[in-house]
T-cell receptor
């Protein structure tokens, strides 16, 4: 069984569109994250939720809005897509926010904005 | 969180030990050393972590120097499937996210 899953795996869309990426974890974890990996392969945190509460919101445009309907899901909605949003987006989860906690990553969603 | 420095790339022959170094000279007493790897087109994968003592698991060993200013990840018998980018990350107990640097691109050759 997949621990952290993301859908879709690939997403190609036009500038200006609105799209969502879904993430689900079946590990019973309390904390979930969204990371962005750009074309230069740098992997950066975007958001973190703990028990459905927003914990980390890095310098991300407000066009990006995470939504956590329950502890097992953290979806990422992106409005008015721009060329610079093209990247691979990774969802991750960890047991909780405690130091020494390991994170489990999903397979990634490759977003291409044309 | 403390900054880490890793070599950009390394090669290793299949079956030999791969020793990946990491410098973290500004590490604080409450910061852990984590290692993750990212195989091409996949999500990062946790390998091992430690605070002060050396650690070993089924994937690798982590050797941390006594002053904690550097560490080495050891893959005892590298295989072709170990070809990946390896990230050394230092994380404090008040930092929730992982700050990935550029990592070391390890190429295991036949």
């Amino acid at each position: 069984d997949t621990a952290v899953s993301q859908t879709p795996k690939y997403l190609v869309t036009q500038m200006g569109n609105d799209k969502s990426i879904k993430c689900e974890q079946n590990l019973g974890h309390d904390t979930m994250y969204w990371y962005k990996q750009d074309s230069k392969k740098f992997l950066k945190i975007m958001f973190s939720y703990n028990n459905k509460e927003l914990i980390i919101n890095e310098t991300v445009p407000n066009r990006f809005s995470p939504k956590s309907p329950d502890k097992a899901h953290l979806n990422l909605h992106i409005n008015s897509l721009e060329l610079g949003d093209s990247a691979v987006y990774f969802c991750a989860s960890s047991q909780d926010l405690r130091s020494g906690d390991t994170q489990y990553f999903g397979p990634g969603t490759r977003l291409t904005v044309l | 969180d403390a900054k880490t420095t890793q070599p950009t790339s390394m090669d290793c022959a299949e079956g030999r030990a791969a020793n990946l170094p990491c410098n973290h000279s500004t590490i604080s007493g409450n910061e852990y050393v984590y290692w993750y790897r990212q195989i091409h087109s996949q999500g990062p994968q946790y390998i091992i972590h430690g605070l002060k003592n050396n650690e070993t698991n089924e994937m690798a060993s982590l050797i941390i120097t006594e002053d904690r200013k550097s560490s080495t990840l050891i893959l005892p018998h590298a295989t072709l499937r170990d070809t990946a980018v390896y990230y050394c990350i230092v994380r404090s107990n008040s930092g929730y996210a992982l700050n990935f640097g550029k990592g070391t691109s390890l190429l295991v050759t036949p």
